[in-house]
Antibody, heavy 122, light 108 residues
Framework: EVQLVESGGGLVQPGRSLRLSCAAS????????MHWVRQAPGKGLEWVSG????????GYADSVKGRFTISRDNAKNSLYLQMNSLRAEDTALYYC???????????????WGQGTLVTVSS | DIQMTQSPSSLSASVGDRVTITCRAS??????LAWYQQKPGKVPKLLIY???TLQSGVPSRFSGSGSGTDFTLTISSLQPEDVATYYC??????????FGQGTKVEIK
């Protein structure tokens, strides 16, 4: 059974940093691209960042480019999101999601974690 | 960047009605289009990928069509458990994935 478990969320002051983690199990982690998607309270889904199976291809939404860094450790079956210079508008539930198709970076998301809540407030 | 625009933003229909949601891409994306269902308080669920391929386990009353810039999600006979917000998403290989703004479906 595929499982994605996010952690690392919490309350943080504007301008500070936070690192999110996603622990994956139930599939061959290093075969699949992985993503972070966020959802602000009462709002829609926003793709944040994605990383290919070998970390060779990485993309970011314009809203986080230069502030957030995605990474993965295939030996630990883990995905990360380093979030710096956090702003109030980064407040959201952050989901980890798995690419449906193996190897290719272009894909839909077939499994999602339950999310970890990040609140940016003074 | 390619923008995805859904319409309508919300709709109310009766049980058994045929429901159609549209999604338009600002540039052609071939068939790199997915649809997701998110029930209140729940995690998004993949319904359709490659514009028209039903994800395993998804009821056959859901269907998708389209290619290029115009896409459609159809629920052939709306059921109470279909109350949710539906999102389209483009996923071509430009290293950006974009969701539509969502369509909230309610029962009349």
């Amino acid at each position: 059974e595929v499982q994605l478990v996010e952690s690392g969320g919490g309350l943080v002051q504007p301008g500070r940093s936070l690192r999110l983690s996603c622990a994956a199990s139930g599939f061959t982690f290093d075969d699949y691209a992985m993503h972070w998607v966020r959802q602000a309270p009462g709002k829609g889904l926003e793709w944040v960042s994605g990383i290919s199976w070998n970390s060779g291809s990485i993309g970011y939404a314009d809203s986080v480019k230069g502030r957030f860094t995605i990474s993965r450790d295939n030996a630990k079956n883990s995905l990360y999101l380093q979030m710096n210079s956090l702003r109030a508008e980064d407040t959201a539930l952050y989901y980890c999601a798995k690419n449906k198709e193996a190897v290719t970076v272009a894909g839909s998301f077939d499994y999602w974690g339950q999310g970890t809540l990040v609140t940016v407030s003074s | 960047d390619i923008q995805m625009t859904q319409s309508p933003s919300s709709l109310s229909a009766s049980v058994g009605d045929r429901v159609t949601i549209t999604c338009r891409a600002s540039q052609g994306i071939s068939n790199y289009l997915a649809w997701y269902q998110q029930k209140p308080g729940k995690v998004p669920k993949l319904l359709i990928y490659a514009a028209s391929t039903l994800q395993s386990g998804v009821p056959s009353r859901f269907s998708g069509s389209g290619s290029g810039t115009d896409f459609t999600l159809t629920i052939s006979s709306l059921q109470p458990e279909d109350v949710a917000t539906y999102y389209c998403q483009k996923y071509n290989s430009a290293l950006t994935w974009t969701f539509g703004q969502g369509t909230k479906v309610e029962i009349k």
